[in-house]
């Protein structure tokens, strides 16, 4: 079908295939464009920058100036929520997150209590970002999911294959089910913040599903999300979910059937085709694109973009990154990809 009088990315989360697909990406808001270079640099901290609603709106509101993407995603981090709990966060230039390492002995020093009033700045970025956006825009907001979020937490940074996260699980699996408890009712409390201020869809992210033993992805990471989905319908019955499980492969469909989800988030490494033959016909379907082909441009952008556009036409899809945008990716190349998209028929 042709475009439609609701918003573009709500009607294909509704299962409805859009022509030409809605599109963003994945870290759009971000170091790639230059005037988010020169805010940052005038901003101080990482989080500074996310707490500061004024700045965090302006973020989020750039791509959408510079490109016109069919959904802005709220500029924060996932890491947002242990910093909420009370485990000390910051971010060192070059070397990414840096927190406490947690065990089996620091439950007491997590409150959960406190993040609503923690988070608050978010909410009020939503807020901001929603009362300025064109009116065919879609607000996205966003949390990480437990498994991922427990992996940065328990590592005290990040972890290629989650191997302190994964040692926790084995010695201490009760504490390791009592970490992600209080990540899912942190996570949904955040989430329906963010709903309540203004987010129109919500994606979560499990950045580390590659990390989890295939015996353990549903307890460890379907379930959970299932739950903070559920407990955030709870509150928001109509609010879609999209769920990115990196990495996490022939397990997508199992995503896709049990975490109550609307559409299902393809990485780069996962032939789309095959999974768009294994979940249901209205299950919409992000992603694909290789980050490292956006950054390199031309042609090979092209035939790509092209093959992602021939496997999803008469299908629910949004045109998206298999990953987050890399930062050496010329602008140029994003120009050049959302004309191509938005130039199918």
Same mark, same amino acid.
């Given at each position: 079908m042709t475009r439609t009088q609701i918003k573009p990315v709500l009607a294909?989360?509704? @299962?409805?295939?859009?022509?030409?697909?809605?599109?963003?990406? %994945? +870290?759009?808001?971000? +170091?790639?464009?230059?005037e988010y270079r020169q805010l940052r640099? *005038?901003?101080?901290?990482? %989080?500074? !920058?996310?707490?500061?609603?004024?700045?965090?709106? /302006?973020?989020?509101?750039?791509?959408?100036? +510079?490109?016109g993407f069919d959904a802005a995603i709220l500029f924060s981090d996932i890491l947002v929520i242990p910093h909420a709990l009370g485990q000390r966060l910051h971010f060192a230039d070059g070397e990414g997150?840096?927190? /406490?390492?947690? @065990?089996?002995?620091?439950?007491?020093?997590?409150?959960?209590?406190?993040?609503?009033?923690?988070?608050?700045p978010i909410a009020e970025t939503v807020a901001r970002v929603r009362s300025d956006l064109p009116a065919d825009v879609t607000l996205i907001g966003f949390a990480g999911a437990p498994w991922t979020v427990a992996s940065y %937490?328990?590592? @005290?940074?990040?972890?290629?294959?989650? /191997?302190?996260?994964?040692?926790? &699980?084995?010695?201490?699996?009760?504490?390791?089910?009592?970490?992600?408890?209080?990540?899912?009712?942190?996570?949904? *409390?955040?989430?329906? &913040?963010?709903?309540?201020?203004g987010a129109e869809v919500l994606q979560l992210f499990e950045s580390w599903a590659a990390t989890l033993p295939a015996p353990l992805v549903s +307890?460890? =990471?379907?379930?959970?999300?299932?739950?903070?989905?559920?407990?955030?319908?709870?509150?928001?019955?109509?609010?879609?979910? #999209?769920v990115?499980?990196?990495?996490?492969?022939?397990? !997508?469909?199992?995503?896709?059937?049990?975490?109550?989800?609307?559409a299902i988030g393809v990485d780069y490494q996962t032939r789309l085709q095959t999974i768009r033959q294994n979940v249901p016909e209205t299950m919409a379907t992000q992603g694909n694109l290789d980050p490292m082909?956006?950054?390199?441009?031309?042609? =090979?952008?092209?035939?790509? #973009? /092209?093959?992602?556009?021939?496997?999803?036409?008469?299908?629910?899809? #949004?045109?998206?990154? @298999?990953?987050g945008i890399r930062q050496e990716t010329p602008v140029g190349h994003v120009a050049r990809m959302i004309n191509q998209?938005?130039?199918?028929r």
């Open positions: 294909v989360l509704a @299962g409805q295939p859009v022509t030409p697909a809605p599109v963003w990406l %994945m +870290r759009q808001a971000g +170091r790639y464009l230059p640099a *005038t901003a101080g901290d990482f %989080m500074t !920058l996310c707490f500061t609603p004024a700045l965090a709106a /302006e973020v989020t509101l750039q791509p959408i100036r +510079r490109f997150p840096k927190l /406490e390492r947690f @065990g089996p002995a620091d439950f007491a020093r997590l409150d959960p209590h406190a993040v609503g009033n923690t988070l608050a %937490m328990v590592a @005290g940074g990040s972890s290629a294959e989650s /191997e302190d996260l994964r040692r926790f &699980a084995a010695t201490h699996s009760a504490g390791c089910d009592r970490l992600l408890d209080t990540l899912v009712e942190a996570t949904a *409390t955040y989430l329906v &913040a963010q709903v309540r201020a +307890r460890y =990471s379907v379930d959970p999300i299932r739950r903070i989905i559920e407990a955030v319908r709870r509150q928001c019955p109509a609010i879609p979910f #999209i990115f499980p990196r990495g996490a492969g022939l397990h !997508l469909p199992l995503y896709a059937a049990a975490t109550g989800a609307n082909v956006l950054a390199v441009g031309g042609a =090979s952008q092209d035939s790509a #973009i /092209e093959a992602i556009l021939s496997e999803t036409r008469g299908h629910p899809h #949004i045109f998206n990154l @298999g990953h998209v938005r130039s199918a």
